[in-house]
């Protein structure tokens, strides 16, 4: 048993920034690091890694999706691993001027909703080598893969075919 | 599909002038603000209150988990039920329609929903990302992870499908924030013209500053009645007449391209080549609509509706909004703004209030803060809560309050109607 009526908080040389007195605004840091696991979605992400694209397709109605789902948006049905081709077109773009805090250094970068013959859905990723003026809709892309794999999905990014340039 | 409902009115409603930052109020004292300002205006107490929904969107933007009850606590509404419902953009059209359930199925006479957003604890880069939190973190935050990004790809789209130009986003955009001068609650009234739209900077093709809302400390009140009690709050309780709700898949990339769930008011053949909704049209948008018209017994809508208060946290999506509640066919929005035909003095007054382009977009409570302004403009009362009968219709009967989350993944129609 203790029974200490001196007992002293102790005291430490770290202090709060404050922002603003009236109303009273500090700085409140917080930070954490996730445990994140691509569960079913795994598959995917290896595949960059062997530069292979995979979509899912659908083992009961054939519908084919240009991104990993393990269920069928359409019927409820378990898909199966499908690689999308490596050539598609521009379905829509945009460039990004600011973002979030996260990639406001990588701006001013393009963003582009792939389609691939033959898939029934759009796949979403960076087009890089062509400026904003440069890209339109139909424009045909080519998916390029990183090296050095952040295992994120922009291990893989598209560039302008060769032909590209010359139909627009 | 639907069994039998009570009929369920709104009674009165509060509205925080929203601000880019409010440091000297915290979330419960704005609510509280809007809250006594609702309960004033009907001079009701706290005895006269069954039961909440609370409507917030964001916990990282407050780093503040179960801020509902905080709420709920310093309203002094416990041990009242209460609960708190969350889906982005639309948390509170979901959220009014949550309190609307709660009258409707005989379980509360009276409830009020209550939504707030504090987003100035953040810088606004550190907001948008904590925004883009609200698209797959898996597959579109890593590649884009910016919702300017993702709406700007669909006007891009939709420019491309029907001709739709720049211009006729920009008007979007005066139109809005002209209206907004009027109305003493909103962050951003401006008189602006199309090519001051157009010459602000450029954040993501096509969409400039202007094209987009922006961040706010805000809260909004709404109180719902059941029929009975509702007369005896109020002479001008306003009636909702049909609700709808639609939703779609979370990753743009996965939209369908199928058929146009059809309005009354349009045929097969009127979308022959059209396929949908591709990027280019929010489908839960068309779903909410068909829903909330069919209950209200709606077959024109353009003819049958008023007023308009539409999620407008892109002039694009204004745009797109049009069709998708069928005030023109699918492609022709572009025309419809540039037309006119969504002016205050129009064929319907499309964000009269200003919208969220410029009201302000403090996300939980922006869907209960159109619900208010329809409230009183049903009412005829803007006169007396915006000190100006300038945004005043002269006799409207039918008004539609429409709130929409992420690229259209959840959205909301509520029609609401003037009783006497
Ligand atoms: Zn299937």
Redesign the interface.
């Known amino acids: 048993m203790t029974i200490n009526p001196n007992a002293k908080m102790p005291e430490s040389q770290q202090g709060t920034e404050i922002y603003?007195f009236d109303?009273l605004?500090v700085k409140?840091h917080?930070e954490i690091d996730y445990i994140h696991s691509?569960a079913q979605?795994s598959e995917f992400f290896k595949a960059l890694g062997q530069k292979k694209l995979l979509g899912s397709k659908c083992k009961k109605c054939g519908y084919v999706?240009?991104?990993?789902?393990a269920h069928c948006?359409?019927c409820g049905a378990e898909t199966e691993w499908y690689e999308l081709p490596k050539e598609g077109r521009i379905?829509?773009?945009?460039?990004?001027?600011?973002?979030?805090?996260?990639?406001?250094p990588e701006t001013p970068f393009h963003?582009?909703?792939v389609e691939f013959d033959g898939v029934?859905?759009?796949?979403?990723?960076?087009l890089i080598g062509a400026d904003?003026e440069d890209l339109y809709?139909g424009m045909p892309i080519r998916a390029k893969f990183r090296r050095n794999l952040k295992i994120?999905?922009?291990d893989v990014y598209f560039v302008p075919t060769e032909e590209a340039g010359k139909k627009k | 599909m639907s069994g039998e409902r009570r009929n369920v009115y709104m009674v009165s409603g509060g509205v925080t002038k929203f601000a880019k930052a409010t440091p000297n109020m915290d979330f419960r004292l704005r609510v509280k603000k809007a809250f006594d300002y609702a309960m004033n205006d009907i001079n009701a107490d706290l005895s006269m209150i069954d039961g909440s929904v609370a409507s917030y969107f964001s916990d990282h933007f407050q780093r503040q988990l179960m801020s509902g009850i905080m709420v709920q606590d310093y309203l002094g509404l416990t041990p009242k039920p209460s609960k708190r419902i969350e889906g982005g953009g639309a948390t509170g059209g979901l959220a009014f329609q949550t309190g609307y359930e709660e009258i409707a199925s005989g379980r509360m006479d009276t409830c009020v929903v209550y939504g707030f957003e504090t987003m100035s604890h953040v810088n606004t880069w550190k907001g948008n990302e904590f925004i883009a939190l609200a698209s797959d973190t898996n597959f579109d935050y890593p590649v884009g992870g910016f919702y300017t990004g993702y709406y700007a790809m669909m006007a891009v789209r939709h420019m491309y499908e029907f001709g739709t130009t720049v211009e006729q986003l920009a008007q979007v955009s005066v139109k809005n924030h002209g209206n907004a001068i009027y109305n003493p609650y909103s962050q951003s009234p401006m008189k602006l013209t199309v090519e001051d739209v157009r010459n602000s900077p450029m954040v993501s093709y096509p969409l400039t500053r202007l094209d987009i809302c922006t961040m706010s400390d805000g809260a909004a009140v709404a109180i719902l009645a059941s029929e009975e009690k509702a007369f005896e709050l109020t002479d001008h309780p306003i009636l909702i007449k049909g609700i709808g709700t639609g939703t779609d898949s979370m990753r743009l990339s996965d939209r369908p391209f199928g058929k146009v769930p059809l309005l009354p008011n349009e045929k097969e053949s009127d979308y022959r080549n059209l396929k949908y909704p591709g990027v280019h049209s929010f489908r839960a948008g068309r779903t909410a609509a068909k829903e909330a018209y069919e209950m209200a017994g709606i077959t024109d809508p353009l003819k049958e509706i008023d007023a308009v208060e539409l999620h407008d946290a892109y002039t694009s999506s204004e745009i797109q909004t049009y069709e998708d509640l069928g005030f023109c066919k699918y492609g022709e929005g572009g025309q419809f703004v540039e037309e006119g035909k969504a002016d205050i003095n129009g064929e319907v007054a499309v964000n009269f209030s200003g919208g969220l382009l410029a009201s302000g977009h403090p996300v939980g409570a922006t869907g209960i803060m159109q619900a208010v302004f329809m409230f009183w403009q049903l009412q005829r009362s803007i006169k007396k809560h915006f000190g100006n009968d300038k945004l005043q219709l002269t006799n409207p009967k039918r008004g539609l309050i429409h709130s929409h989350a992420g690229t259209g993944t959840y959205v909301t129609v509520t029609v609401m109607e003037a009783v006497r």
């Open positions: 603003n109303p605004i409140y917080y691509y979605d999706y240009a991104t990993p789902r948006m359409m379905h829509s773009f945009t460039t990004c001027y600011f973002g979030s805090e996260e990639f406001l963003l582009v909703l029934n859905s759009l796949f979403l990723g960076r904003t809709i994120s999905p922009t």
